[in-house]
């Protein structure tokens, strides 16, 4: 039986279109899901939308409508925009769903009964942009503002739910020590381990001043807070709580929530914590990601440096998707922190073109020519046999590099394996090669090796560039449909199937631009 796979997004906040940010995520998430599938295990991608709390009501009140009719109007571009990148989630969820609505109040009924919640009153601080509880000392040593938007924070003084966090704080720490794969990278692992040794209070999980919420079952004078909503999606989505829990059932703990570094702290200690406190098991992995600046600063509509739709998409018309996809996921290694540079994303883009691309076109012009279909191995020496065992190695490399969420390597190794196949190419000389008779042996090699690199390189960039990998493939006269990543690799191309000479796959009218 296929193994499963459960991965996720966050659910992002529907008071503003999405932006590189969220792209990133999403498309990080999609290649993950799509190597999955492509592996043969049951995958399954979550995204979504989260769409209560303060900030959306400030923000549509800013806009003079409706928090419902705000996130209407911006969930639909969200799902738009999935569309167009071709994001292949399994399903879309929207806090404001009756099917989550019922989850989230059964939650709270089933952490009401395990005594984990209690009335309290809440006075201190709020970091309304990032809907978060902000401790005294915090927020003076933030000097009363937002870490993340430098924006003010806001003194509440409320009665309110509180959530037994102490009683799980020691347990959320163990299991994060003792499970090193649990939240990644190491160095943010190590951020969450010294924070919450020195503790964590109960938290404030209700507001009554809100309205626009989902009630406590108990007391719906109050909203549950927006991050107990928030987190609980990535059960209720697979209909826990409801009379159909199968899907629940099949794929829950989830192999790993992606997320962006900022929202790792709920992630890693009040997610479990609610998880503990429910008697569920805790998700396999978090990864937070990195953080997008652009040209060397913060994104900004001011600064004019903000890569939102508009540009995106102007991309996605002159270079592709595809490319985007490559040149956020190539940028830097998975975890750390990236700028966006436009000249960055042309040398990107370029190497697309210019080692993809161009190994692509040789390799069909020249077996389309000196054979019209893949020769058998001639003789072969040092040089041969290595580009043989690059060839064959990066299927394992990429199981590797999945494996550890390692999306720079994913990007690159495949790029690499056509770049050796480059070299090679320009090292043996076919052409050369094809005006002597005698050399027909060592031309049948070098074909055979470029054509199966070329493939190889081709197959494993599918997650990464799914709509250009597979017209790479179509041209080498392959239709990937049905298979998996294994049967792929494995069947190679065999000896004798047709090729005839190609298309540029990276147009270098495109490329120049
Ligand atoms: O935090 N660089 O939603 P959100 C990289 N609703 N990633 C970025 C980014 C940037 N500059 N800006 C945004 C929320 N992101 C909550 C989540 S989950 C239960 C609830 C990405 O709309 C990144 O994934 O503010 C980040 O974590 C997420 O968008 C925040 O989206």
Not at 243 to 267: M, N, Q, T, V
Request: with cysteine; charged share 25%.
């Amino acid at each position: 039986m296929a193994d499963h796979y459960y991965l996720t997004t966050p659910i992002y906040y529907p008071n503003g279109e999405p932006h590189l940010g969220h792209v990133y995520t999403t498309v990080a998430a999609d290649a993950i899901a799509r190597y999955h599938r492509l592996a043969g295990d049951d995958t399954f991608l979550l995204t979504g939308t989260d769409e209560h709390g303060i900030k959306m009501v400030k923000t549509a009140a800013d806009a003079g409508i409706e928090p419902a009719a705000l996130a209407d109007r911006v969930v639909a571009v969200f799902e738009q925009v999935w569309k167009e990148l071709e994001i292949t989630h399994d399903d879309f969820i929207r806090t404001t769903q009756p099917r989550h609505k019922q989850g989230v109040q059964k939650i709270v009924e089933q952490l009401l009964a395990s005594g984990d919640i209690y009335l309290g009153g809440y006075e201190g601080w709020y970091d309304e942009g990032q809907e978060e509880f902000v401790t005294e000392t915090t927020a003076k040593d933030q000097q009363f503002k937002s870490a993340i938007s430098g924006r003010p924070l806001v003194r509440y003084k409320e009665a309110s739910y509180f959530f037994r966090l102490s009683k799980y704080a020691g347990r959320v720490l163990e299991n994060i020590k003792a499970n090193p794969e649990f939240v990644q990278p190491a160095s943010r692992r190590n951020e969450v381990i010294s924070k919450l040794e020195q503790g964590a209070e109960d938290l404030s999980i209700s507001r009554a001043t809100l309205k626009w919420g989902i009630p406590m079952p108990n007391d719906p004078q109050h909203v549950v807070y927006v991050w107990i909503d928030a987190l609980s999606n990535y059960i209720t989505a697979l209909g826990y709580g409801s009379d159909d829990d199968s899907l629940f059932r099949k794929y829950w703990p989830a192999d790993l929530h992606l997320i962006g570094k900022e929202i790792l702290w709920f992630h890693a200690v009040y997610w479990p914590a609610m998880l503990m406190s429910l008697n569920l098991p805790i998700p396999k992995r978090l990864y937070a990601h990195g953080w997008w600046t652009a040209e060397g600063k913060k994104m900004s509509k001011s600064m004019g440096n903000f890569i939102g739709l508009d540009k995106l998409r102007e991309i996605g018309k002159v270079q592709g998707y595809d490319a985007l996809r490559y040149y956020m996921l190539r940028a830097a290694p998975f975890g750390s922190d990236l700028d966006w540079t436009d000249a960055d994303f042309q040398k990107s883009f370029n190497e697309l073109a210019n080692v993809v691309g161009n190994c692509l076109n040789r390799t069909l012009n020249m077996v389309g020519k000196y054979r019209g279909a893949v020769p058998p191995l001639g003789e072969q020496d040092d040089l041969d046999r290595s580009v043989i065992a690059q060839t064959k190695r990066l299927g394992q490399l990429l199981a590797e590099a999945y494996g550890k969420i390692e999306l720079q390597q994913c990007a690159m190794l495949p790029v690499e394996l056509a770049r050796a196949a480059n070299g090679y190419i320009d090292a043996t000389a076919p052409f050369k090669l094809a005006k002597d008779p005698t050399k027909a042996s060592k031309l049948d090699t070098v074909l055979h090796v470029s054509a199966q690199a070329i493939y190889t390189a081709l197959v494993g960039l599918l997650p990464i560039l799914p709509e250009k990998a597979a017209a790479g493939l179509k041209q080498m006269g392959v239709d990937v449909a049905g298979k998996t990543l294994a049967q792929l690799l494995d069947a190679g191309l065999p000896v004798g199937h047709p090729i005839a000479p190609g298309q540029p796959l990276f147009p270098k009218a495109e490329a120049g631009k």
